[in-house]
């Protein structure tokens, strides 16, 4: 069911931007992309999510590329607290469910 | 804080018994979800209710079921537990139904269960 395809881990330098890819390639023309990040065994923290438009919250921005089959979260200036698995989800198409991929596991060096 | 409430927080039970994980969702929030995560596993989603009805089941074993109450909280049960029932359980919720814009949707902090 897993629709996303996500590198295993990253690694990136405090203070440095942190891009994140994600693969959606079979996503329909109307579902929007989610980003999560889960800090531990806490509960899922939603992020940011797009349609089409790149976009720019307080946390971090999305860029979507044109063909929309895949996306970027990009943490502009990483800090120790934005350790964490990230994950994008979007919906199965056809239904309800919205599934969880493996993630990136981001780790944020000093 | 996200609003989405769970209890318990902790959980510890002997295989074959039966539990119940309760969810609140966010005032005004008509959509549940439930999902499953074992050590070091990602999120399983299990099943989603809106405004009372089932709308969407992932892998949810036979054993498990859940509701929806006219509240709008709701349950989780878990029946015959086994050692592989262990796991941390989340419960989200979100306005609407479908994907959209403002159908974001926002997890609870969790019920940790452990089987002996």
């Known amino acids: 069911d897993a629709k996303t395809t996500q590198p295993t881990s990253m690694d990136c330098a405090e203070g440095r931007a942190a891009n994140l890819p994600c693969n959606h390639s079979t996503i329909s023309g109307n579902e929007y992309v989610y980003w999560y990040r889960q800090i531990h065994s806490q509960g899922p923290q939603y992020i940011i999510h797009g349609l089409k438009n790149n976009e720019t919250n307080e946390m971090a921005s999305l860029i979507i590329t044109e063909d929309r089959k895949s996306s970027t979260l990009i943490l502009p200036h990483a800090t120790l607290r934005d350790t964490a698995v990230y994950y994008c989800?979007?919906?199965?198409?056809?239904?309800?469910?919205?599934?969880f991929g493996t993630g990136t596991r981001l780790k944020v060096l000093a | 804080d996200s609003g989405v409430t769970q209890t318990p927080k902790h959980l510890i039970t002997a295989t074959g018994q039966r539990v119940t994980l309760r969810c609140s969702p966010r005032?005004?929030?008509?959509?549940v979800y439930w999902y499953q995560q074992s050590l070091d596993q990602g999120l399983q989603f299990l099943i989603q209710?809106?405004?009372?009805?089932?709308?969407a089941k992932g892998n949810i074993l036979e054993r498990f079921s859940a509701q929806q109450f006219p509240d709008l909280h709701s349950e989780l049960n878990l029946s015959s537990l086994e050692l592989g029932d262990s796991a941390l359980y989340f419960c989200?919720?979100?306005?609407?139904?479908?994907?959209?814009?403002?159908?974001?949707?926002?997890f609870g902090e969790g019920s940790w269960l452990t089987v002996v």
């Open positions: 989200a919720s979100s306005v609407g139904v479908g994907q959209g814009a403002g159908n974001t949707i926002y």
């Open positions: 989800i979007v919906r199965v198409g056809g239904t309800y469910k919205y599934i």
């Open positions: 005032s005004g929030d008509l959509s």
């Open positions: 209710y809106y405004n009372g009805e089932e709308r």
